[in-house]
């Protein structure tokens, strides 16, 4: 009956909205507020900040029509692509980095040299070894996810205990063994990480890419809008990115607490 009641004012004293929700709408509605007021105040040339109605009409239009999904799907296509590939090889450079200390030394100095360089510098190239269709965006934006990937991985695997290594050992496990057994489950979270790293910088690589040499594509649609000075359809289709954006990160950051709470 003590704890029936303990458990009744606990649940009365918790406010139905928290403090952290409540500031999180403040900031958003106060970012809105602002953007309405310079849309209107004329400080700025016409339709650089285009009114919260004028980017709602465009965002409207954006989705009643089939084309902007076909290059979506073109976008969507070659960054799923990227991540696939280049988080694969990332994640075994990564894992041979971490567990061979030779190689590590060797080799891991370049990715931290070559990961911060942008990587939009290699597109030539890219395009003269894959063309100016698809093949040149993937292999920009398998480039950009790679780093990401190998570094997170490779710390993660020096941050494994050492005893499951020994226990995967004694059991005579075999390479692929100790990979899927042993070192994938220990270090579920930089992967995590990695992945949610490179899935970002393969998104910027591709749609770079795209606003670069392409016909289509959600990047070749946003610089075509820019480029005709449409503004709220530019500020329509950005929006529409950073929602799927959002939401592509909270789906891979939600698959990892789903293996966490698997394993528990």
Not at 15 to 40: D, G, K, N
Not at 77 to 85: D, F, N, Q, V, Y
């Amino acid at each position: 009956m003590a704890t029936t009641d303990r458990l009744t004012r606990t649940a009365a004293a918790e406010p139905l909205v928290s403090p952290v929700t409540l500031l999180r709408v403040a900031i958003i509605l106060a970012t809105l507020a602002i953007w309405e007021f310079l849309a209107h105040s004329g400080w700025l040339y016409r339709d650089v900040v285009p009114s919260l109605f004028a980017i709602g009409k465009a965002l409207y239009d954006l989705l009643s029509h089939g084309d902007y999904y076909f290059n979506l799907g073109v976008t969507a296509a070659e960054i799923g692509t990227a991540l696939l590939i280049g988080g694969l090889s990332g994640l075994a450079a990564g894992i041979l980095l971490g567990a061979n200390r030779f190689l590590s030394k060797a080799f891991e100095a370049y990715l931290y040299y070559l990961g911060p360089t942008p990587k939009i510098i290699f597109f030539p190239v890219m395009i003269m070894w894959f063309g100016v269709g698809p093949g040149s965006k993937i292999a920009l934006g398998t480039l950009s996810c790679f780093f990401p990937v190998a570094l997170s991985v490779a710390a993660g695997m020096r941050q494994i205990d050492k005893v499951l290594i020994r226990v995967g050992r004694s059991f005579r496990a075999s390479t692929w063994q100790m990979v899927v057994k042993i070192y994938m489950p220990a270090m579920r979270h930089p992967i995590i990480n990695g992945i949610r790293l490179g899935l970002g910088v393969a998104l910027i690589g591709t749609l770079l890419a795209e606003t670069k040499l392409s016909n289509k594509g959600i990047g070749f649609l946003i610089i075509n809008a820019y480029s005709t000075f449409d503004m709220p359809r530019m500020y329509a289709m950005l929006i529409v990115l950073f929602v799927l954006a959002i939401g592509a990160n909270a789906l891979v950051g939600r698959f990892g607490g789903l293996e966490n709470i698997k394993r528990t």
